[in-house]
């Protein structure tokens, strides 16, 4: 009976993204929905592309291992992402009417540093989107009691998500996001109300949590927690901006101010309802503790699924799995359309600079298909957890294309050549640290990398400059 409802589930989602591919007529309206949405749908999507299946699986794992401390990066970061999008980048960026945001580097700065930014970019996706896929083999493995192996399920995942994707682009992420955080909303706050009376109460689940210190952001105010803490927290906060899953959502919409306020509540909506699975899994402890310490030591990310199988009515495994599946489809598709575009945009119009409003959309179409292939194959090979994959993912856009964001929307005085420097700056020394550096350092290599692409935007933009004017002065005394 439970197969039953998700299969009709997975078939209305499909059927959604494939009515919206009716009003896909040009590129587009493929990459950002011909800018006309407005303020509820806009906000859906901001929600549900964010809320994928780390809020749902990955995050309250975490929590239970670690508490607050554990899980700075996302949710916490992540919202604070969004907050910050809309009130200082959503208006400014939608006003230069851009399809990607590897074109505003190309405006900004030159094709060099639209190229190279936009490369890490489409990296940064593919632990993001295998993130979701993973997530999707689980699922399907644990509905068919293992029938549907994990590698099975990602293959499955992956291709209902790409059929909607392919034909309907934002159109389809629109439609589908919407119709999926009504499923999520729905779903997770009677989940809340089951699982907590179920617990003995919230406030009983809540004085458990408090009492095992799970509430607690720093371990410790020593200057290595501190450091650690503000790296985690940045990971996020400023390496999710310069994203173009945002920036598709930013440019989709009808106009600035809807831009702006529905990035602003879609962050609020976000960190909101992250809560309530992270409640729905420390609640596990009380109910079925010996199920909770089983799983932690073979996979966490079991908690959930196994406490609503086994303790839970079949109404409720519906609302469950039907939220979980929204959750993971909805951000998949948002993902693997982002990439896409921006290869499309900023990376294969360099050796074909010449295309019709028919090839263009073409390209982007096969695009989304050779990346759902490599993505699946990343997923396929990686055995980091969905919360890993996740977080790991913003890493290389914080040390590469935070900087030259910032300055070249908010420094007037910045240069090709500081944008340059700032991302080979950035990488290379998170790179190092990375590979080659203590296995616990003080520094997170993230944030020092973060450091160094801010020293070389600001010294390759100034540097330049100032010898430019020195030899200026030499010349005019000569």
């Known amino acids: ?111 060099n540093v639209e190229l190279f930014v936009s490369l ?99 371990p410790s105010l020593s200057p290595k927690d501190v450091v650690g803490f503000v790296g985690a927290l940045l990971t996020m906060m400023l390496g999710s901006i310069p994203q173009q899953d945002i920036f598709q959502r930013v440019m989709s919409a009808k106009n600035e101010n809807v831009a702006a306020r529905a990035s602003m509540v879609g962050g609020g909506l976000y960190l909101t309802f992250c809560m309530l699975p992270i409640f729905i899994g420390f609640a596990a402890t009380l109910i079925d503790p010996t199920m909770v310490s089983r799983w932690m030591q073979q996979d966490a990310q079991m908690i959930l699924p196994s406490l609503i199988l086994e303790r839970t009515p079949l109404f409720a495994q519906v609302m469950f799995y039907g939220a979980l599946l929204s959750a993971i489809m909805s951000t998949a598709s948002g993902t693997l359309l982002a990439p896409s575009v921006t290869f499309t945009e900023n990376v294969l119009s360099r050796f074909i600079p010449v295309m019709s409003d028919r090839q263009f959309l073409l390209a982007m179409r096969l695009t989304v298909v050779g990346l759902a292939i490599i993505t699946t194959v990343f997923a396929l090979l990686s055995d980091a957890t969905i919360y890993e994959m996740v977080g790991n993912a913003y890493k290389v856009t914080l040390v590469s294309a935070v900087a030259p964001l910032f300055a070249g929307l908010f420094w007037k005085r910045s240069t090709p050549q500081g944008a340059l420097l700032a991302i080979a700056l950035g990488l290379g020394s998170w790179l190092a640290l990375d590979w080659f550096g203590p296995a616990d350092p003080f520094w997170p290599p993230q944030l020092a990398g973060l450091g160094f692409s801010i020293v070389g935007m600001v010294a390759g933009s100034l540097l330049p400059q100032r010898l430019g004017r020195g030899a200026l002065a030499a010349v005019g005394r000569f």
């Open 1 to 111: 009976m439970l197969i039953g409802f998700v299969v009709v589930y997975l078939l209305l989602s499909v059927g959604i993204g494939l009515y919206a591919a009716t009003r896909v007529r040009n590129a587009r309206d493929f990459a950002v929905a011909g800018r006309s949405l407005p303020f509820p749908i806009v906000t859906a999507m901001v929600f549900a592309t964010w809320f994928g299946s780390e809020a749902v699986l990955g995050i309250p794992a975490t929590f239970i291992d670690k508490g607050f401390a554990g899980i700075v990066e996302d949710p916490f970061g992540s919202s604070m992402c969004l907050v910050l999008v809309g009130l200082l980048f959503a208006r400014p960026l939608y006003r230069l009417n851009l399809l990607t945001i590897g074109d505003f580097y190309k405006q900004r700065f030159g094709r």
């Open 120 to 218: 890490c970019i489409i990296a940064s996706y593919l632990g993001w989107v295998a993130a979701q896929l993973t997530a999707l083999g689980v699922v399907f493995n644990v509905l068919s009691q293992g029938a549907i192996s994990a590698n099975a399920g990602m293959l499955l995942g992956a291709g209902i998500v790409l059929v909607y994707t392919l034909f309907g682009g934002m159109w389809s992420v629109a439609l589908t996001d919407f119709f999926q955080m009504t499923v999520i909303v729905a779903g997770l706050l009677y989940l809340t109300w089951l699982i907590g009376d179920m617990a003995g109460g919230p406030v009983k689940v809540l004085q458990h949590a408090a009492a095992q210190d799970k509430f607690t952001m720093i």
